[in-house]
């Protein structure tokens, strides 16, 4: 009797620990200010540039590199983080790569060529380089 509890309890908390990871990730990304999804793409965009393959230079070809990027790809979709196509990954650059939609006007997070994230004014952003192709 023992076990069959034990077995429950496991595959109750095991369903649950699913359950909870799943629906949560990209919401929490957008919730947390936008700074996860721009690491993971700045995370992403540094192994493209180790392999020696090109980032995304359109919409239609974020499909491929999705899976690395499970939470920016959704929110590069949905217009949450603005992602400034074919843009890469650059050793000490400063220019910016992506940013969160409310950068421009409200300040926010950004995404820097050398992969580093900072929070920015309004002010700031704009006066800020954005990476070229």
């Known amino acids: 009797m023992g076990r069959k509890l034990s077995g429950v ?3 109750a908390v095991v369903g649950l620990a699913a359950g909870c990871g799943g629906g949560s990730g990209s919401g929490v990304a957008i919730d ?3 700074k996860p999804a721009l690491e993971e793409l700045g995370a ?3 192994q493209l540039s180790d392999e020696g393959r090109k980032p995304p230079a359109r919409p239609a070809e974020l499909e491929a590199v ?3 990027i499970p939470v920016a790809g959704p929110a590069i979709r949905a217009g ?3 992602y400034l196509w074919g843009a890469g990954y650059a050793s000490g650059g ?3 790569v992506a940013y969160e939609k ?3 006007t409200e300040g926010g997070y950004v995404l820097l060529q050398d992969g580093t994230v900072k929070s920015m004014t309004a002010d700031e952003f704009k006066s800020s380089p954005q990476a070229k192709k």
Do not use: N, R, S, Y
Request: no cysteine.
């Open 94 to 96: 400063m220019q910016v």
């Open 44 to 46: 992403m965009l540094k």
């Open 66 to 68: 999705e899976p690395m």
């Open 9 to 11: 309890l496991v595959a």
């Open 102 to 104: 409310k950068a421009p």
């Open 32 to 34: 947390a200010g936008g």
């Open 80 to 82: 949450d983080i603005v």
